[in-house]
């Protein structure tokens, strides 16, 4: 690789301004590669957000009804924001509020199983449990390669959780959860810490690893012959895990090459944990905007909240006087305006996150342009795992039509439909995701 | 809100002996009984003419088993149980039909799910759990530290057994996890040198200004002594603060010793201080990381008394040894320091005027603090140095690599090897120690190697011809055999027996059992098993609430939790009854505990047993407030939660999960606000579609009504007088928790045998049970509750059965 002269490393920028910038945006004057890259090839992202235990929905008669209806009253662009959901008024433009979407599958799980169905619209049922892929991780397989991190879970519950009610809402390709991160601290140091030090002793345990790896693979596969079929599915998996970790050592290896973004700490609050809420929230959200626009990684999943009670997310609306997330879904004592102030504070929330990567200058346009957002939850309210609450951001570089509110007939459009053109949109082309029927176009053209 | 929503995992269902009907009855069944309803009330709008919801129930696959509808049937489940359907203004069914058509469904979608999730009553090829993997290792390699958070938690299934293979699964994260903790495994074991020891000692040490308060004077006369904390944010008080010892000199990896050398004063009612440790560096400004080492409570003495804690440099967030902090950026820190904290809880309100003379409450004044590390006292352990044989000074290294080998990889595979997996190993080795240019770290990743290869980490019994069941080696029972008892690997004297042959005879392998149960190793398995068993972990979901219980803390949750764990330990460990579990004359009881109940005279944190008073309501573990803390919500008992616990872990026979739309209790109904938590209960069983579950549910949970959220007596609290009578779903009127226990050891003895004979027995076997299962789970069953509910008899059964003993 050779440097032109106009070309400035990161390193080499951050020297000269004599402070460090806030992470500085991704190959505004730059590119890691020696070219300047032109608009095209600026990065698509992706960032699937859940919260859990559905949203304030008032049956009509109820004197919340016309404030605190999480849903928008109207249709199409003739809609308008109540009080749940009025910090997002400013971004009309860079929003889409749809009803109607939910897993049909997931329309038979009860309790709270269904947070690990979300991304994956898997046959997960009554009678057994067999997850399937997510459909962030589809995206990452395809062009995690580009990024040091293939992809990013976050969740305020950390791990995987247990089976059906996972912490996660990411799952590999055999439907087994991947632990996602809710440490702050850690999630930042894998992103930017820098430590690469011993940058030589660090490729070469990694050229170890992938030895090691390899004498595995060569003595483990005269046993598939002694296996009978169901045991022969095992070593399977095993084996599947081997050669997925392969590729992982290599792109660390391929990564230990290049630096780390470089992103000043002191511009976070790292230490904030899940007992002060809003900071904690919007620190998570903060790391998810330097991941994007520092292209760390183009594929984030979030789980704001755990299903059901009990767990600490649950214990979130306290921070606003309000009883226990998951009673509030109940209206156990509190109404249908205490669940809303929660939707709205979740909303505001949402909004800031909107509102950073709008305002991050990229190309001609801003990070938003080039990231498309999905949040929402899979019930709509206690238990009901139906006319999911959903708002699609961003993307209007990537083909997205916003400023409505768009309803669909459950009967006849599944979400897993929209999920086909989300990877559509995210170049990986796709026609069928979970018990997809088609695709959902009316939301997206052809950029 | 749906009752049993924290409860409900899509898990797998357990086969129940009585579902498992012949087929053709079935349809026998479901032509007489069933089709008449669904024509009468479902086919008008779900038929040929008219698809109402695109559903048509006339083609629906009666045969659930193996024809496609399951799904559809529990989608129609759903609805009727909601009372969705038939809609209003249509033909209802009558109470009678409705329960007829329901129950039909039920036992149907089980059999479903029985069939979808078996294994044909075979053993799959199992991974290793997390805990028998760090247990294997520490066996295997001598080690003493835990890894295991380093690897991602297991599934659990509803049963709550971890051992089961289908979900033992396996993704690079896994295995990057393994490969990761193998690697520091045997750092541990094999390490490069003898280090350099470093010790340290600050006497008397300051305050540390942890909350920004004004700096204190002088800390002389009582106010050396440190006053309980309230919170390690909250207060202002100044005489809480910890103590701070730092030490600038300090080893970068393995074991060190932070030892206190402190007095100990009770308070008046005889309570004792209880000391923690934290231990971390300060960075910079705001940034001031610390770890919890470890609390312990002291005895009262006005002798100086020594307190150990031993912790692993790297857990602790601390600087490397290059000056960097992995997390902080370009601080150049590399001390330690030391926090001594007093975290009893304290009775008296102190505030910040409070004067350290006036409060009465254990005390403790640090003399010293002392650093020591790396601890090399029986360390690395006789097992870790037998894997690098003494040779002599000329050795040559490939001879020595090929000797280790020969005896490492037959230990780590469990079995005896061949030739060619041995020179592959050799082979490894050498193009290793090129590679590192050292032999101990060529042989660390040779062995590195070996630890995340299949052979390790599954349990193996090579079977490529699955039609017949074939007996075990005797290699592969020694392996079943200490996986179940053991969660871990065979040791020396089952692995000369399996050599030999001589495990495969009956009487050597009862004599292994119980030499295996009288094993300190035994107590791994009682540990898991019970909290598995038990549901234990649930206690982890359950947040409470500070307002309702503002004298309850973090720390007298993880007390109760051991409290359970101690009881099965005492119960399984002296092979005392296992009717215990429902009733016992004793209590294992530590200070904090004891204190919780309001049992007098208990002092200290070690649990041991307490003979109970009636009037003091406790034995077994439904009294624990382990079990009181899982059947509430935190604030307030739940008598459904409880209900569905103990069908589900004592009986293992889980009520139905609710339909996904059930409603919750309406509190806010003028007419249920004004009635107690049961009588609510009541008014909601009178639904008929709630009632034909909550029937058989409900009642249980009722018993248990004076053991308030976390366990505590109460007879009456504010206005509502607590009742715990109850008529169980067999008509039997029982006073409260006394009488559902005696109701359980005289009435449903041969139930609780055979759901615990059924649960070890799954847990043994690592799959779940099926219908080929259910003579051994009777015979086990009847031949555990004959012998006074004996363990040893019950898992001398199990592991003599023929299904343990066979693939």
């Known amino acids: ?447 | 809100m749906s009752p049993f929503s924290k409860f409900f995992t899509l898990a797998i269902f357990c086969l129940v002996g009585s579902v498992c009907a012949q087929s053709n009855a079935v349809e026998k069944d479901f032509e007489a009984k069933i089709k008449p309803l669904l024509r009468s009330h479902c086919i008008r709008c779900h038929g040929e003419k008219k698809q109402e919801g695109d559903l048509r129930i006339d083609q629906l696959d009666p045969d659930l088993v193996k024809g496609q509808s399951a799904d559809f049937w529990h989608e129609v489940l759903n609805q009727i149980n909601e009372g969705r359907m038939p809609p209003e203004g249509e033909r209802q069914l009558s109470t009678k039909q409705l329960n007829t058509i329901t129950a039909w469904l039920e036992i149907e979608l089980k059999k479903a799910a029985a069939h979808r999730n078996s294994t044909g009553g075979r053993q799959l090829m199992r991974r290793m759990s997390r805990y028998e993997f760090q247990y294997t290792l520490q066996d295997l390699l001598g080690i003493a530290l835990d890894y295991s958070d380093r690897v991602p938690t297991d599934l659990t299934g509803e049963d709550g057994l971890q051992t089961n293979a289908r979900r033992l699964g396996m993704s690079q994260i896994q295995l990057a996890s393994y490969l990761e903790v193998v690697q520091l495994a045997l750092d541990e074991a094999i390490p490069d040198g003898p280090e350099k020891v470093h010790k340290g000692e600050v006497k008397s040490p300051r305050p540390a200004n942890v909350r920004k308060q004004p700096r204190h004077k002088g800390f002389k006369g009582k106010a050396r002594f440190i006053a309980p904390s309230p919170g390690l944010t909250k207060s202002n008080f100044i005489h809480d603060l910890p103590r701070k010892a730092t030490f600038d000199e300090r080893p970068f990896a393995g074991r060190f010793r932070i030892r206190v050398r402190c007095i100990a004063t009770a308070s008046s009612d005889g309570r004792l201080p209880e000391l923690m440790v934290q231990v971390g560096h300060r960075a910079s400004g705001d940034y001031d990381p610390k770890k919890i080492m470890g609390r312990k409570i002291l005895k009262a003495s006005d002798k100086e008394q020594i307190v150990d804690f031993i912790g692993n440099i790297e857990d602790f967030p601390l600087g490397k040894k290059d000056g960097y902090y992995n997390g902080s950026g370009s601080h150049n820190v590399t001390h330690l320091s030391a926090y001594i904290w007093n975290t009893t809880q304290a009775k008296s309100k102190i505030t910040k005027k409070s004067q350290l003379d006036e409060i009465d409450e254990p005390l403790i004044e640090v003399k010293a603090v002392e650093f020591e590390g790396p601890l090399l006292e029986g360390y690395p352990s006789q097992i870790a140095k037998d894997l690098l044989p003494e040779f002599e000074a000329d050795a040559d290294e490939a001879t020595m690599a090929r000797t280790a080998l020969e005896r490492f990889i037959p230990r780590a595979y469990r079995r005896q090897v061949t030739d060619e997996e041995i020179s592959h190993a050799v082979k490894t080795f050498n193009d290793f120690r090129e590679f590192t240019g050292d032999f101990k770290a060529a042989m660390r990743s040779t062995m590195a190697m070996l630890l995340i290869s299949p052979k390790f980490i599954y349990l193996v019994e090579p079977s490529p011809d699955d039609s017949r069941a074939r007996k075990l080696n005797s290699f592969e029972l020694a392996t079943r055999l200490s996986y179940f008892l053991w969660g871990s690997m065979p040791d020396d004297e089952l692995r000369a027996l399996a050599t030999s042959g001589e495990l495969l005879n009956p009487d050597v392998l009862k004599a292994q059992v119980t030499r295996m149960r009288n094993d300190a190793r035994f107590k791994r398995f009682v540990k898991h098993f019970s909290a598995q068993w038990l549901g234990l972990d649930a206690m982890d979901h359950v947040a409470v609430n500070p307002k309702v219980h503002p004298n309850f803390s973090d720390d007298i949750r993880e007390n109760l939790r051991a409290e359970t764990l101690a009881f099965g330990e005492h119960v399984f460990v002296n092979d005392l009854s296992c009717r215990n579990f429902i009733q016992s004359d004793f209590a294992m009881l530590n200070q904090v505990v004891a204190q919780h109940y309001g049992i007098p005279d208990v002092y200290g944190h070690e649990f041991r047993p307490v003979s109970l008073k009636p009037n003091e309501h406790r034995g077994g573990v439904l009294t624990q407030g382990s079990f009181s803390i899982i059947g509430s919500d935190g604030t307030d008992s739940n008598p459904i939660y409880r209900g569905v616990w103990l069908r589900k872990r004592l009986f293992a026979d889980p009520p139905p999960p609710p339909p996904p739309g059930a409603p919750p209790l309406n509190k806010e109904d003028p007419d249920l606000s004004r009635l107690s938590l049961k009588q609510q209960i009541e008014a909601h069983r009178k639904a008929a579609t709630c009632a034909r579950c909550h029937n058989q549910i409900d009642p249980w949970g009722v018993a248990f009504e004076n053991y308030d959220a976390t366990g505590r007596w109460r007879t009456q609290q504010a206005q509502v007088m607590f009742d715990a009578t109850s008529k169980l779903p067999d008509g039997e009127v029982v006073a409260g928790m006394a009488g559902l226990k005696k109701y359980l050891l005289e009435k449903r003895s041969s139930t609780l045998a055979e759901a615990l004979t059924r649960r070890m027995s799954a847990y043994a076997l690592g799959r779940e049970l099926e219908f080929s299962d259910i003579e051994m789970v009777k015979t086990l069953a009847s031949r555990f509750e004959k012998s006074g509910f004996k363990a040893s008899h019950l898992i001398e059964g199990i592991v003599t059965s023929d299904a343990f003993l066979t693939k």
Not at chain 1, 42 to 58: D, E, M, W
Not at chain 1, 222 to 240: F, I, P, Q, T
Request: some cysteine.
């Open chain 1, 1 to 447: 690789m050779t440097t032109k002269s106009w070309q400035l490393n990161r390193r080499q920028v951050l020297r000269g301004t004599g402070s460090i910038a806030l992470s500085l945006p991704f190959l505004e004057a730059m590119a890691s590669d020696g070219e300047a890259k032109v608009a095209a090839e600026l990065p698509k992202r992706i960032a699937c957000i859940f919260f859990p235990n559905g949203v304030s929905l008032p049956p009509t008669k109820d004197k919340a009804h016309k404030d605190w209806h999480w849903f928008p009253f109207g249709e199409g662009r003739d809609y308008s924001l109540t009080k749940s959901t009025e910090a997002l008024e400013p971004h009309r433009g860079q929003i889409t509020f749809l009803s109607g979407l939910s897993h049909p599958a997931g329309r038979r799980m009860a309790g709270h199983g269904v947070s690990d169905v979300f991304l994956t619209a898997g046959p997960v049922n009554a009678n057994a449990y067999n997850n399937t892929i997510s459909m962030d991780q589809v995206i990452a397989e395809k062009i995690g390669e580009e990024t040091r991190l293939k992809s990013l879970a976050l969740s305020c519950g950390g791990g995987v959780g247990t089976l059906g009610r996972t912490h996660t809402l990411s799952f590999t390709k055999n439907g087994q959860p991947i632990p996602a991160e809710g440490n702050i601290r850690r999630c930042f140091n894998m992103m930017f810490g820098q430590d690469n030090a011993n940058l030589k002793k660090a490729r070469q345990e990694l050229l170890l690893k992938r030895s090691m790896l390899d004498r595995v693979l060569e003595d483990s596969r005269s046993l598939k012959n002694k296996l009978n079929a169901r045991d022969r599915v095992k070593l399977d998996e095993y084996l599947a895990s081997m050669r997925d970790y392969e590729r992982r050592i290599q792109r660390m290896e391929s990564w230990l090459n290049k630096p780390k973004a470089e992103v000043d700490e002191s511009s976070l609050s790292l230490d904030a944990s899940r007992e002060t809420v809003e900071d904690y929230i919007r620190s998570m959200y903060d790391l998810m905007f330097h991941a994007f626009q520092t292209d760390t990684t183009r594929v984030i999943t979030h789980m704001l909240g755990i299903e059901g009670g009990g767990s600490k997310s649950d214990k979130f609306p306290e921070a606003l006087g309000l009883k226990p997330h998951h009673a509030l879904s109940h209206r156990k004592g509190g109404t249908f305006e205490d669940w809303g102030k929660w939707d709205q504070f979740m909303s505001e929330n949402f909004a800031y996150f909107i509102n950073r990567l709008k305002n991050a200058q990229e190309g001609d346009g801003s990070v938003l342009d080039r990231s498309l957002i999905m949040y929402g939850c899979s019930t709509s309210t206690t238990h009901l795992a139906k006319n999911y609450p959903l708002i699609l951001a961003g993307g209007s570089q990537m083909g997205l039509n916003h400023g409505q509110f768009r309803k669909f007939d459950e009967n006849k459009v599944r979400l897993s439909d929209m999920y086909v053109s989300m990877m559509n949109a995210m170049d990986v082309p796709t026609k069928k995701f979970g018990d997809s029927t088609g695709e959902l176009n009316e939301i997206f053209s052809q950029a």
